[in-house]
């Protein structure tokens, strides 16, 4: 119930806040606000976050995505140590339990666009087919903001 009331506000915030944030929902997977940061000219990666939410009954995988604007798009895990962030990939996908929803944040878990074809501006969407375990391939746009 958590996940439903939570989708249920970020839909209400792309209303309120005039940003697209509800990609086209499939069967059990729903994708939520997905946005990057511009990069500066010549940067080789930029970054991705979004919402994922679980509406079946079984777990599922992120198990890859893929975007016309990057060479690879992997999954990668940060975390704070010490006072020294580490980022690592995501070996084997991101679990998303039935019924939960999973976030890819500036904090934690994020999608890495590396080899950029061109660098990502203000205002550009990015196209990305993210892939499951399940065979489900969910198409999203990433707001550059």
Known sequence: MRSFAFAIVLAMLSVLTGR???????????????????????????????VIVNHGTRSNRLIGVESPAAGHVSLHQMSMAG?????????????????????LDPNSDHLMFEALKRPFRSGDQIPAVLHFENGEAVRAVFVVR
């Open 83 to 103: 006072g020294i962030m580490r980022m690592r990939p995501i070996v084997g996908g991101l679990e998303i339990a039935p019924g939960a929803t999973v976030s």
């Open 20 to 50: 697209p944030t509800l990609a086209r929902p499939h069967e059990d997977i729903t994708v939520i606000g997905p946005w990057s940061r511009a990069t500066p000219v010549g940067a080789p990666t930029a970054v991705g976050y979004l």
